[in-house]
């Protein structure tokens, strides 16, 4: 089953202690993307990676990092969390190429709360 | 820059009532249109999208027209049910590829 799979979908952390959420996906997509989803903001984009080894800032990448060593897998890394990182995630791909429809298929979510 | 804007909400009706969610856009060029919708617990999925002024999109009896004129993609359902219930973001996709969400609107469809 084609899929963007997320982990963990629920954590409770407390500031300054890092964590990592995965984000891998089955469809061969170059493009990834991480969002978070606030209530009364919609969705913001993190960061996005247009392919390997290839990523870029979004609008609201202050206090992330991420990574992509392989086409498949885009951690989302909070190097020392705050609590104004409590938030929904959302890792999303898409289809490349002529392919692309503009199209984003989303993982499942996770909710991450910083005290 | 572009951006979306969609009527707040929540919004509640009971079953069989008309649906409409506004959705208006500011952007350069010839941006791609769409509605996605969230149902508890899971992901955004795509509902429909429109490409080009005057596509209709349409979907599990969900519609909704690229009007370049108003710069709107309003989303309407003749009839809702229970199962309709869900976050329904409306979303542009730029000549860059860049995409943006609204704020997304709440429905509770009630029997």
């Known amino acids: 089953e084609a899929q963007v799979t997320q982990n963990p979908r629920y954590l409770i952390t407390v500031t300054g202690k890092k964590l990592t959420v995965t984000c891998s996906q089955n469809m061969n997509h170059e493009y990834m993307s991480w969002y978070r989803q606030d209530p009364g903001l919609g969705l913001r984009q993190i960061y996005y990676?247009?392919?390997?080894?290839?990523?870029d800032k979004g609008d609201v990448p202050e206090g992330y990092k991420v990574s992509r060593k392989e086409k498949r897998n885009f951690p989302l890394i909070l190097e020392s969390p705050s609590p104004n990182q409590t938030s929904l995630y959302f890792c999303a791909s898409r289809k490349p190429g002529l392919a692309n429809t503009g199209e984003l298929f989303f993982g499942e979510g996770s909710r991450l709360t910083v005290l | 820059g572009n951006s979306v804007t969609q009527m707040e909400g929540p919004v509640t009706l009971s079953e069989e009532a008309f649906l409409t969610i506004n959705c208006t856009y500011t952007a350069t060029g010839y941006p791609s249109l769409f509605w996605y919708v969230q149902y508890p617990g899971e992901g955004l999925q795509l509902l429909l999208k429109a490409t080009k002024a005057d596509d209709k999109g349409s979907n599990k009896g969900f519609e909704a027209t690229y009007r370049k004129e108003t710069t709107s993609f309003h989303l309407e359902k003749g009839s809702v049910q229970v199962s309709d219930s869900a976050v329904y973001f409306c979303a542009l996709k730029g000549g860059n590829n860049d995409m943006r969400f609204g704020a997304g609107t709440r429905l509770t469809v009630k029997p």
């Open positions: 990676s247009m392919n390997v080894e290839v990523t």
